[in-house]
T-cell receptor
Framework: SQTIHQWPATLVQPVGSPLSLECTVEGTSNPNLYWYRQAAGRGLQLLFYSVGIGQISSEVPQNLSASRPQDRQFILSSKKLLLSDSGFYLC??????????FGPGTRLTVL | GENVEQHPSTLSVQEGDSAVIKCTYSDSASNYFPWYKQELGKRPQLIIDIRSNVGEKKDQRIAVTLNKTAKHFSLHITETQPEDSAVYFCAASGYALNFGKGTSLLVTP
């Protein structure tokens, strides 16, 4: 069966520090991968999605970036965090069309 | 791109009553419409979905209807229970999912 992992589960970082969140998927090949951000009490904002290694589509311009160095690995990064980057970051995977399966999420607090 | 509107943002019902959440979408090419339930602090979980070639789908107390002409779809929960309390998200997809802003449902005993 397929599983999706995210780490870390929680993270507290100072403003201006770098960020690296990692997501890995097991049990499937060539999945579509997604990064979402959910601010407190708000909806899900699609940040990036990828249909293959090295292919990244950005939905919202900001100080975040994403990379997919391996088929089942998706990384969300920032060189300098802002206060507004605080939120719940969710990675998800899907087959080309259909249900998206979410990871457990990373709760990021920028102080 | 796709724009999904969801209403209401909050909904309070008494246990046993029905709850209805409505969504509209803008891209007529969207063909997949899932509904997710998110409990506090947890990841969203799919509860039901519908594809554009179907007008209605039911799974026990949960049903979803789709009107492609009007570009709207709805979630219906009957005989609500306190454990149905959560935030519900609709989404529409032609490729990547675009989510509504969510409905916070509270079911009071």
């Amino acid at each position: 069966s397929q599983t999706i992992h995210q780490w870390p589960a929680t993270l507290v970082q100072p403003v201006g520090s770098p960020l690296s969140l990692e997501c890995t998927v097991e049990g499937t090949s060539n999945p579509n991968l997604y990064w979402y951000r959910q601010a407190a009490g708000r909806g899900l904002q699609l940040l990036f999605y990828s249909v293959g290694i090295g292919q990244i589509s950005s939905e919202v311009p900001q100080n975040l970036s994403a990379s997919r160095p391996q088929d089942r690995q998706f990384i969300l990064s920032s060189k300098k965090l802002l206060l507004s980057d605080s939120g719940f970051y969710l990675c998800a995977w899907s087959l080309p069309v259909g249900e998206q399966f979410f990871g457990p999420g990373t709760r990021l607090t920028v102080l | 791109g796709e724009n999904v509107e969801q209403h209401p943002s909050t909904l309070s019902v008494q246990e046993g009553d029905s709850a209805v959440i409505k969504c509209t979408y803008s891209d007529s090419a969207s063909n997949y419409f899932p509904w997710y339930k998110q409990e506090l602090g947890k990841r969203p979980q799919l509860i039901i979905d519908i594809r554009s070639n179907v007008g209605e789908k039911k799974d026990q107390r949960i049903a979803v209807t789709l009107n492609k002409t009007a570009k709207h779809f709805s979630l219906h929960i009957t005989e609500t229970q306190p454990e149905d309390s959560a935030v519900y998200f609709c989404a529409a997809s032609g490729y990547a999912l675009n989510f509504g802003k969510g409905t916070s449902l509270l079911v009071t005993p």
